[in-house]
């Protein structure tokens, strides 16, 4: 496959316009705008910010990264494992359910766009299947490179939570660019050492996220799903 049409796919995964649903969920953030912890164009920074340093995103990351890996060796075994350890690690049933809704969403439309010999093969994931394991199998599948998928991960999550910062405290679209102009470094920088991460390393600090996400149901109203 030429760098070209890997290019185009990669477009094609982390585009705004698949219909995975990203859109419905602000994973907590609709919680702290509420409770007015984030208010601002600095306050929406700062928490993206730690949430690429420390949160849940970065084992997301790592595991959709040996997603990627097994589904290249055709080890369905490692991807079924990955696949329940996230589910056991998700912090929130609204998180979890997040992820299924998009994961199975994702295999959905693999299944449709692609040959019919892939449905041999993703019988034999465990479903429901979480976002990051179908975004790793998408990525490989679509001879996507690793580090270039990983990126893509990482800022996807980012430009989905910034929409929902725009709609909520709310902010410009200027604004929301600016921050993931600022944040762009940060991305790379996570990246790294995501890709660099073993096994027993695959821990986070996210109790404010957890918190957050527990408490949107209980909103008085809300715009994302819950």
Not at 199 to 206: A, E, G, I, P, V
Request: glycine residues 4%; charged residues 15%; contains cysteine.
């Amino acid at each position: 496959m030429s760098k070209e049409l890997k290019l185009l796919k990669l477009l094609q995964l982390s585009s705004s316009n698949l219909p995975l649903g990203a859109y419905a969920y602000s994973e907590g953030l609709e919680t702290l705008v509420e409770q007015q912890k984030i208010t601002s164009l600095e306050t929406l920074f700062n928490w993206l910010s730690q949430q690429l340093k420390f949160g849940s995103i970065r084992i997301e990351t790592a595991i959709m990264i040996r997603s990627y890996q097994n589904f290249a060796n055709q080890n369905f075994e490692k991807l079924n494992y990955w696949n329940n350890y996230l589910t056991a690690n998700r912090e929130t049933k609204e998180l979890r359910q997040q992820s299924w809704q998009m994961g199975n969403s994702l295999i959905k439309l693999l299944l449709n766009i692609e040959k019919d010999n892939l449905l041999t093969k993703i019988n034999q994931i465990s479903l429901p299947c979480n976002y990051s394991i179908a975004f790793g199998m998408t990525a490989q599948l679509w001879k996507i490179d690793l580090e270039n998928a990983i990126l893509a991960y990482l800022q996807t999550w980012t430009n989905n939570l910034i929409t929902a910062g725009i709609k909520l405290i709310p902010l410009g679209q200027t604004q929301g660019q600016k921050i993931l102009t600022q944040i762009n470094e940060i991305i790379v920088f996570v990246a790294e050492e995501i890709i660099n991460l073993q096994d027993d390393q695959l821990f986070s600090c996210n109790i404010g996220l957890s918190l957050a996400s527990m408490q949107h149901e209980t909103l008085y109203s809300r715009l994302f799903r819950s």
